[in-house]
Every structure is written in structure tokens, then in C-alpha cells.
């Protein structure tokens, strides 16, 4: 089991050890090894959704030659902490840099990612020059896992919406840490808790950094959009006809789902990396982005941990659990990424919810941008937070 060594270095919280026994690990390759494989169309590719063929030869190496220790060794080389916040555990890696001056940032991820999707771009913000940087500024970096995501706390009841998630992050970076002042980047899941911090804290905040903004189909148009804004909602109206099954069935039946996902490690596998393709800027070639060992590193922290179900029950509450929908005051950076399989939104309808004073675009890289071009996001956020 993943072992928690309690010490001071951040004030109540316990430095933790992920460690995973060898029995964890070999009843998950036993699963593997039982997978009882469907039928599959001739020629069905990605089509119908996940591949078997490429799942297979995954499945295969994940259980024959992944070494999970390596990997785990590999997360340990990060500072992990996990502490207690109104009775639910949460985890974060809290990096800091050198620089005195350096800037407090919140990363927060979404599903189907984790914190390991930001652990690439972390020596680039808190050791900018020494990853050929060279503009300033640094940051203390705090990524946190969502509560039922990998090593945080899956809550117990009902109702830990965002404006209640937003509250714990908040708890984390000013009574745990200290930090009175500190900027905050996230897409996805992480985005929205991210925007309930700037609606209810936004003394704490100096900044947000964003990429994407994910309107899930149904939403009218304006009376005064202009016409790019209506090509987005008419081309996020299409994607989520295509596209959003899963997030329908998150959001509606979780528990069914999960008893499924939770007990078979290859149908967790075929649930998640099917995003990573389409997702991402693959080209449809999954492993030019993420590599195997990415992915597997990502599968197993699931697997270990059962964050399959709390995971995706998060939509659940989500939906019905919105918060405030204010308009955003925080200065707001985003970086729109055109490769996103979810469509990219002009800067006017940015600019009806954020304070919008940096904007910036990409063709190269996904949905996964800390993962997929960190020197990019890097950038990105040193000349946004650089600014301010």
C-alpha cells in the first residue's frame, strides 16, 4: 500500500513515499492475462472506438514488460505530499524553486489525466533558465491531484462539486502552504475548478492560465454574437453529438459504469487511452504524443488507487453541483490549442466570462499541453504571468 511518512516541511502535511506492494501489482497482471477479449469488425480501426489490435499489444506489454517500480521510482523523485483538509486527504507534488522571487502556481489537471500529466513541464517553471528559459519569471509549483483522482481522498457523500473543490485548493495553497497570493493554470476538469477559485477567492488570486473553454452542446447563441462565435457553438453543438457520449454517461449513470471499469483492468485501459488519441494531437498515431510508458504509468495509478469511479462520478457532481457563474474579474491568460478535439473558441466569448489580457494560439499540441509541448506552455505562462 502507498505509505505516508509524516514530516514539516510543509506545515500539516506528511511527506508521502508512493510505494505499491508486489501483490497489488501481480493481481493486477493476473486480470491482464484473464482479459477476455471481444469480437471485433475486419478492418474496424479506430472507428468503433478503441482498437483492439493496438489494446492488445498494450495490454501485452503492460503485462509482460512495464516495470511499474521504475515508474513509481520516478514519481518519487518529486517532492509528494498528502494533507488533510476537512477530513478528506489531499495529494500534491510541491516543487519550489530557488528564486526568491519566484511566483506560487496551482496546476490543476482533468480527466482522463492526473497529476503525472504535469510533472514534465515542472523543472521548466521552477528552474526556467536552467531548461533554456531564460525570460523570467520562476514559480513555486503546487500540482494537486482532484479529490478521487490517484492519491487524493475520494470523498464519501454526495455534492463535492467544484465550488466545494475549489475551496479545498484553496485551503491548500493559503492555510497549508501559506501562499497568500498565487496564480493558477488548469484546462479541463481543472479549469472549471479553477474558475470557481477566481469567482470566490479572487483576492488569493494574481492570474489565471487556461487553455480551452469546453462548451458541451446546447448553449444559445447571443443576440450580438459575431459570426466566429456562432461557428463555435455550432461546431461544439456537432463534437458533442459525436464526442460526448461518455462525458453523458458520467454525468448520469457513473456507478454503473464504474463496477465495470473497476474490475477489469483492459476495459479501463480501452475507456481511457481512446481520449488520448482523440484528444490529443496524435494524427491518430497515439504513441507519437504519449508513450507507452505514459500511459501505463497513468493506467496504474489508476488501477492501484480505484480512481476509475470517483473519477468519473466527479461529472455527476459537477452537473449538479455548478456554483457561482459570475463573470471572472482575474486577469486571464489563455493559450487556445487548435489540435484540441474540443473546438476553439474566439476571444470574444473568452471575453464574456474573463478579464481576458493575454491570448495566445497553437497548432502543435492537444488537449495535454503540459505533456504534449511544455517548452510552448511554458513560455506561455512566464510572458503572461511575466506581464502581470
Known sequence: MMTIRHMHRDENSGEMTIAFSDAVIDDLRQRLERTRWPDELSNANWEYGTNMAYLKGLVAYWTDDFDWHTQEAWLNSFANYKTDIDGLGIHYVHARSSQPDAIPLLLLHGWPSSFIQMLKIIPMLTDPRACGLMSAP??????????????????????MGMEKIAGLMSRLMTDVLGYKRYGARGSDLGATVIDQLARHYPEQLMGLHLTGIIVAGGATAPDDASAAERQFLEASAGMALNEMAYARQHASKPQTLALALNDSPAGMASWIIEKYRSWGDTG?????????????????????????????????????????????????????????????????????????????????????????????????????????
Open 138 to 159: 520562476a514559480f513555486h509549483v503546487v500540482a494537486a491531484s482532484l479529490p478521487g483522482y490517484g492519491f487524493s481522498d475520494a470523498p464519501t457523500e454526495p455534492g
Open 284 to 388: 491518430g498515431d497515439i504513441e507519437s504524443r504519449f508513450s507507452r510508458d505514459y500511459l501505463l504509468t497513468t493506467l496504474t495509478s489508476y488501477w492501484v488507487t480505484q480512481s476509475i469511479a470517483p473519477s468519473i462520478r466527479l461529472y455527476y457532481e459537477m452537473v449538479r453541483n455548478r456554483g457561482s457563474m459570475s463573470r471572472i474579474e482575474v486577469p486571464t491568460g489563455l493559450l487556445m490549442a487548435h489540435k484540441d478535439l474540443f473546438p476553439c473558441a474566439p476571444r470574444e466569448w473568452a471575453q464574456r466570462t474573463y478579464h481576458v489580457v493575454h491570448w495566445s494560439e497553437t497548432h502543435s499540441g492537444g488537449h495535454f499541453l503540459e505533456w504534449e509541448e511544455p517548452t510552448l506552455l511554458a513560455r506561455d505562462i512566464q510572458t503572461f504571468f511575466g506581464a502581470l
